[in-house]
């Protein structure tokens, strides 16, 4: 299983995030059995995003979806 995150930043902050997540050692997954749709990073991350957002978490779920849809070209 991998347990480092190799630098494929785009920005500090996500830079700063991997950097913090390979000191800490995380692994991507801790359930070996269970889904591995989203390793860990993600999760932290959106969190993270979520937080600095300081907005609701509708909000913040309802901009995320439009983004995604412009992104995407198409209803998420």
Request: hydrophobic residues 35%; charged residues 20%; glycine residues 6%.
């Amino acid at each position: 299983m991998q347990l480092t995150l190799y630098n494929q930043h785009n920005n500090r902050l996500q830079k700063e995030l991997i950097n913090l997540y390979n000191n800490f050692g995380v692994p991507l997954h801790f359930n070996k059995t269970g889904n591995k749709e989203f390793t860990n990073y993600q999760r932290v991350s959106i969190i993270i995003l979520f937080q600095r957002s300081k907005k609701s978490l509708r909000d913040f779920i309802d901009g995320h979806v439009l983004n995604c849809q412009n992104l995407w070209g198409r209803e998420a």
